[in-house]
């Protein structure tokens, strides 16, 4: 038992500090909205990501698996929201330098606000619900309550993730400051971000059934 665990904790390390879907949203937002919002849509992904970890416990997570039309629609549904939040991000890029010229928090996503939108880009990943449907029960004892095996499995996953995924953001945040000086280049920035976010809705949208 003792070597399936250390087994699964370096799978699960290497699979999580590969960049990914949930690292490129937190540096998106990190660039556009700097680092506290970043790590608040950190912690959103993580529940959202945590919910699909509960899913694949009691066994949602195979419907995914073995419904094209399940996959599809979960896929592009979060592929739109993706693409909604880079747009926006594009087309305020400049409110946001004027934010940072003129404090006020009207222009910028509230950290309510980046939360919910954490949530809603998590739970509506399909290749990370595939990967721990894929992933998880490999490391399961079959003759034990292998539900909650798999529910405990997820939380460290989902745990690793909230500590790597910060370390990302807050890297970006930094970067960010430097930019910050220049509402041109801030403004500039908060586009990069948002078309990161688009690219990443567009790769989430043409993202294949294989985990």
Same mark, same amino acid.
């Given at each position: 038992m003792?070597?399936?665990?250390v $087994?699964?904790?370096?799978?699960?390390?290497?699979?999580?500090?590969?960049?990914?879907?949930?690292?490129?949203?937190?540096i998106?937002?990190?660039?556009?909205?700097?680092?506290?919002?970043?790590?608040?849509?950190?912690?959103?992904?993580?529940?959202?990501?945590?919910? #699909?970890? +509960?899913?694949?416990a009691?066994?949602l997570?195979?419907?995914?698996?073995?419904?094209?039309?399940?996959?599809?629609?979960?896929?592009l549904?979060?592929?739109a929201? !993706?693409?909604?939040?880079?747009?926006?991000?594009i087309?305020?890029?400049?409110?946001?330098?004027? +934010?940072?010229?003129?404090?006020?928090?009207?222009? !910028?996503?509230?950290?309510?606000?980046?939360?919910?939108d954490?949530v809603?880009?998590?739970a509506?990943?399909?290749?990370?619900?595939?990967?721990?449907?894929?992933?998880?029960? #490999?490391?399961?004892?079959?003759?034990?309550?292998?539900?909650? #095996?798999?529910?405990?499995?997820?939380? +460290?996953? +989902?745990t690793?993730? !909230?500590?790597?995924?910060?370390?990302? $953001?807050?890297?970006?945040?930094?970067?960010?400051?430097?930019?910050?000086?220049?509402?041109?280049?801030?403004?500039a920035?908060?586009?990069?971000g948002?078309?990161t976010?688009?690219?990443?809705g567009?790769?989430?949208?043409?993202?294949?059934?294989?985990?």
């Open positions: 003792s070597e399936r665990l $087994a699964f904790f370096v799978a699960a390390v290497v699979f999580i500090a590969v960049p990914g879907p949930s690292v490129v949203f937190a998106g937002r990190a660039l556009i909205a700097g680092r506290r919002r970043a790590l608040c849509s950190v912690i959103g992904n993580t529940a959202g990501i945590g919910l #699909q970890v +509960v899913g694949v009691v066994g997570g195979a419907v995914l698996e073995r419904s094209a039309v399940a996959f599809t629609v979960v896929k549904a979060g592929a929201y !993706l693409v909604i939040l880079g747009v926006t991000a087309r305020r890029r400049h409110r946001a330098a004027a +934010v940072l010229a003129a404090p006020g928090p009207e222009a !910028l996503p509230g950290w309510r606000r980046c939360i919910v954490g809603v880009v998590g509506l990943n399909p290749k990370s619900a595939l990967f721990f449907v894929a992933f998880l029960p #490999q490391f399961a004892d079959p003759g034990g309550a292998v539900g909650a #095996q798999i529910l405990t499995l997820g939380l +460290v996953v +989902v690793l993730g !909230l500590v790597l995924d910060s370390v990302w $953001a807050l890297s970006a945040g930094t970067a960010r400051a430097w930019f910050a000086r220049s509402p041109r280049r801030l403004a920035l908060g586009a990069a948002g078309v976010m688009v690219g990443l567009v790769g989430l949208a043409t993202t294949s059934r294989t985990p």
